[in-house]
């Protein structure tokens, strides 16, 4: 069994940004994220706590805007617009879960798609379903789900590939993603009759759905490829996936471990994002 050391090729992949960074900067480029936090979920200043640091590392800038929950739509989509004309800014960010009174999508939808890094919005999502060569700004964490996959070469084209958990920023897109890349996808949710059917179909299963235990070492064949991209918390208070790991990774030909995995390479596309965002600026 390999593990697919996602914090290793996250630190690469920074490193590789640093470089990129300085390169941009010496063009009088210098790339800039907008981070929007609204009220201080203690998960969210932990994700924003990851992103802040991986800024420093590469040498993107960082500017972040606190508001108070009592914020209301119409004031967050007016900053939004202030940051989307702001030729300073490459990337704009709002950290989710928003409060209840706010709807996310119409927050979304605000974000100049050029400076939508965590690719969220319809128009980068739609892109993606061209092809490959579309995926410009795709969403972080399937995006760091397939440069792990290409990390340690493991080819998806024609892999029976599950993915477990269909929401629009993780299940959907990543299914698209493998997808474009010659997988057979089966993605399943909440509504799925036979869920262990597709799991033991699957030469690749990756799994984003936030319930520990979802997937047990009965529901996987022999060699399987799983990626876990789910975080849960255990009662010691440390994390871990959806899979269980300690039985599984006895059976996986390779397998993400909780945390370490897709956790790292998510902020690291992040950057990537970013990066990518500002060289396109003015192109
Ligand atoms: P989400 O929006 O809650 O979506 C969860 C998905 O799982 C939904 O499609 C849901 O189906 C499906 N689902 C729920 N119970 C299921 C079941 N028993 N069997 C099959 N499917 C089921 O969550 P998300 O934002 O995609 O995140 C999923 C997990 O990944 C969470 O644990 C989150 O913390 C983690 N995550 C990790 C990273 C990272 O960087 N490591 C990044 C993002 C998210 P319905 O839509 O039909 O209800």
């Not at 997988?183 to 869920?195: E, F, P, R, Y």
């Not at 599984?248 to 992040?270: D, E, F, R």
């Amino acid at each position: 069994m390999q593990l697919l050391d996602g914090r290793k090729i996250a630190d690469e992949l920074l490193e590789t940004l640093k470089n990129e960074v300085i390169e941009l900067q010496d063009k009088q480029i210098y790339p800039k994220l907008a981070v929007i936090l609204v009220g201080d979920n203690p998960a969210s200043l932990s994700y924003i706590k990851q992103k802040r640091k991986a800024c420093e590392k590469t040498g993107i800038r960082w500017e972040q805007i606190n508001y108070d929950e009592s914020i209301t739509t119409k004031e967050l989509i007016s900053k939004i617009e202030e940051l989307n004309k702001d030729k300073t800014i490459h990337g704009i960010l709002v950290q989710l879960p928003l409060p209840q009174d706010i709807y996310a999508p119409e927050i979304i939808k605000a974000i100049d798609p050029k400076k939508d890094v965590d690719g969220f919005t319809a128009y980068n999502i739609g892109k993606m379903f061209l092809s490959t060569e579309f995926e410009h700004l795709p969403p972080c964490t399937p995006a760091g789900v397939i440069k792990m996959l290409d990390y340690y070469n493991i080819n998806i084209e024609g892999l029976e590939a599950t993915v477990v958990g269909a929401s629009n920023i993780v299940g959907k897109p990543l299914s698209v993603m493998l997808l474009n890349r010659g997988a057979t996808v089966t993605t399943c949710h909440i509504k799925t009759k036979d869920l262990k059917a597709h799991t033991l179909n699957a030469d690749l299963i990756c799994v984003a759905v936030g319930k520990r235990n979802l997937i047990t070492e009965d529901m996987v064949k022999d060699n399987v490829i799983l990626v876990d991209i789910g975080v849960n918390r255990k009662e010691d208070g440390k994390l871990c996936g959806d899979a269980d790991f300690e039985t599984i990774s006895k059976k996986a030909s390779y397998i993400t471990p909780v945390p370490g995995g897709v956790g790292p390479m998510t902020v690291a596309c992040l950057m990537e994002n970013t990066v990518n965002a500002a060289g396109r600026a003015n192109a």
